[in-house]
């Protein structure tokens, strides 16, 4: 599969080199959160990129969960288990768990409907900020530090109807945001289509550090920044023959 690209195998463990990791959030899910450059005093390992990883070790479930417990840094050694259970911890060679995987239901192991799936929602994941974060942002004034903000994807929940398809794609539906404080939590929902037959749904939910009031000024700015940022490096990729 594709994602072979994105890692390296020791003794069995993964390890997710920075540079790497950067790639797979710019090019393939075209998602230019600060976290993800490999200079960021915070870097991590995109989340999409772990569920990603998880999807082609243990295939697609009927029903899966995902919570996102831990911040991969630059080379961690992960353990992805060989289990057939229904609940898998993700860890490092310390214990730390940073993904931990619920399913059930019937499992799909075809690569073609693995990969559909994935890019398309990767894609579809990618485009959250700004084009959905923002506007629920100003809906509910308030707004991240844009000095450094903080958007961590918590966790994904995936159902499907079947998996008798080749094919994927993922339609956003209506998002909604709740504020606690200066913490909120996003939740973009979404279905899931084979041609024109919607065969699932999901949800994935976003934690985000909100300590101030909305500003439109600062924001557009900070959007503006982040859209020039991505222009020009998607426009410098040099387009890969296959």
């Known amino acids: 599969m594709f994602l072979k690209d994105f890692y390296s195998v020791f003794d069995g463990n993964l390890s997710i080199a920075a540079e790497k990791a950067s790639m797979f959030a710019k090019e393939v899910a075209r998602d230019f959160n600060p976290l ?23 295939g697609l479930s009927q029903n899966m969960h995902f919570i996102f417990s831990g911040m991969v840094g630059h080379d961690v050694l992960l353990n992805f288990p060989d289990t057939d259970a229904e609940q898998i911890d993700v860890t490092d060679n310390q214990g730390k768990t940073y993904l931990q995987v619920e399913r059930s239901g019937s499992v799909s192991r075809d690569p073609a409907l693995i990969e559909s799936f994935i890019r398309d929602y990767v894609a579809f994941s990618g485009q959250n900020f700004p084009y959905v974060l923002v506007p629920l942002l100003a809906q509910e004034n308030v ?10 994807y918590e966790s994904m929940t995936l159902s499907f109807d079947h998996l ?73 990729l040099v387009p890969v023959s296959n």
């Open 143 to 152: 707004m991240f530090n844009i000095s450094r903000p903080l958007v961590i």
């Open 36 to 58: 993800h450059d490999v200079d960021s005093k915070r870097f991590c390992v995109p989340g999409d990129l772990l569920f990603s990883l998880a999807l082609e070790k243990y």
């Open 164 to 236: 008798n398809f080749q094919q994927a794609s993922v339609v956003m539906q209506e998002p909604k945001i709740e504020v606690n404080g200066k913490r909120a939590s996003a939740f973009l929902y979404f279905q899931i289509k084979a041609g024109e037959e919607i065969v699932g749904s999901g949800f994935k939910k976003l934690a985000i550090s909100v300590p101030s009031a909305y500003e439109a000024e600062p924001m557009q700015v900070f959007v503006d920044e982040y859209l020039s940022r991505k222009n020009e490096y998607l426009a410098n």
